[in-house]
């Protein structure tokens, strides 16, 4: 089987790259990625020379370069995007050009290439904010209501995504999963940011009061979603997919932090809120377990504490991006937190 893998040297595209080519050493995957500030071939070193694995530097808004990639596919999981909701709040055109427009090209490209799967991971932002009190999860029946441009271009992408399946039969299949966290993540989201922040002596951003809440996923969880889907989903459906944590808000998990690090609460930062920043998600992966037999396997302590450690011994990887370019990024987000 030939696999194209959009965005596959990001945080979860090369999570899902490792995990595939571990347990399916005979397919053979393309990772097609453009190589922004959030892609890095590092993560993929393990398997850069093994001869089923093949890399392409492309856009996916660039009709000609995704057909080349395209031909021979028999499956596409398309990762590739612009994920970062603060940036979105910042520069909201990059998200509508790759995440909208950069879908829409895969999806023609697919039709025309007959792919037997073109499977679209998308987000629990999609479908709005709980409140705190509240106790009810997303799930596929929850109405789409995007809050933040990052959101809205993912919930247009499914939109597109379940219309080339409705008008021209494109064999397609979507997971909306919540917050991963995990090793290959970029430092500028919450979890690898106050990980490598501690690490560095600096104080931890926290936005708000800290009392939002996200649904945490273990990384190799997600991927194991999609495995199951890929192999035994419904053409045209849409799953849900969560993780094991229960109401644990961001103050919380940055305390956690701090305690596997052997620090105390003086390195956490209440900063500016995010504009409309969503109170809490959380996921009800009902249908994805009685119908695919899929559910979280990782607890959320034990593997933040792998996390952790993972940061704490490749420090070469993550301060290789703490870059000039990520500074002012940092400078301009934080202001003057140190
Ligand atoms: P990431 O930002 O770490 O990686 C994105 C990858 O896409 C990078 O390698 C980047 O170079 C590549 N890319 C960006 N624009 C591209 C373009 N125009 N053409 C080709 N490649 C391009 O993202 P991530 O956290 O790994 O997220 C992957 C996917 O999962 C995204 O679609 C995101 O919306 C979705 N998602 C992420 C999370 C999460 O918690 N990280 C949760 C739910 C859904
Ligand atoms: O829910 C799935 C989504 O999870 C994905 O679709 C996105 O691609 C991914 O980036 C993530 O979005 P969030 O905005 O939830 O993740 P982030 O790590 O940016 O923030 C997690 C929480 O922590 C959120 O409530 C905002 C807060 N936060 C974040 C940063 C970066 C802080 O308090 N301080 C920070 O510095």
């Known amino acids: ?30 990772n097609f990625d453009k190589l922004t500030y959030a892609g890095n071939l590092e993560n993929l070193k393990e398997v850069e020379n093994n001869p089923n694995y093949k890399f392409i530097k492309g856009d996916i808004v660039k009709t000609e370069e995704v057909e080349n990639a395209m031909e021979d596919v028999d499956v596409v999981v398309h990762f590739a995007a612009e994920s970062h909701v603060d ?123 800290g009392l939002y809440v996200r649904d945490w996923l273990y990384v190799e969880d997600h991927c194991r979603a999609i495995e199951a889907v890929l192999q035994k989903g419904k053409v045209g459906e849409t799953y849900c997919v969560g993780g094991l944590t229960d109401d644990i808000n961001n103050l919380d998990v940055v305390r956690k932090i701090l305690r596997l690090l052997g620090k105390d609460e003086g390195f956490i930062e209440f900063v500016k809120d995010r504009p409309g920043h969503d109170r809490k998600y959380a996921i009800d992966w009902t249908k994805i377990k009685n119908e695919l037999g899929w559910e979280p396997l990782h607890t959320f302590d034990e593997w933040l504490e792998k996390t952790v450690d993972w940061y704490k011994t490749h420090q070469d990887w993550w301060k290789k991006l703490k870059t000039p370019e990520f500074q002012k990024y940092y400078d301009e987000q934080y202001g003057d937190l140190d």
């Not at 895969?106 to 499977?119: C, D, G, Q």
């Open 1 to 30: 089987m030939r696999m194209l893998v959009t965005g596959g040297a990001g945080f979860i595209g090369s999570n899902f790259i490792l995990y595939w080519m571990k347990n399916y050493p005979n397919d053979q995957i393309v």
């Open 87 to 209: 940036r979105s709040i910042k520069n909201p055109s990059d998200f509508i050009l790759t995440n909208v427009l950069g879908t829409q090209v895969l999806l023609e490209s697919a039709l025309r290439r007959n792919v037997k799967r073109f499977h679209h991971i998308s987000t629990d932002e999609v479908f709005g904010s709980i409140d705190l009190e509240d106790k009810d999860k997303f799930s596929e029946r929850t109405q789409y209501d995007p809050r933040s441009p990052y959101a809205a271009s993912k919930a247009s992408s499914d939109h597109l995504v379940r219309a080339y399946f409705v008008t021209y039969g494109l064999p397609i299949t979507i997971s909306n999963c919540s917050n991963n966290f995990g090793s290959f993540q970029f430092p500028e989201k919450m979890i690898p940011l106050a990980i490598t922040n501690i690490l560095e002596g600096r104080k931890v951003p926290v936005y708000g009061d």
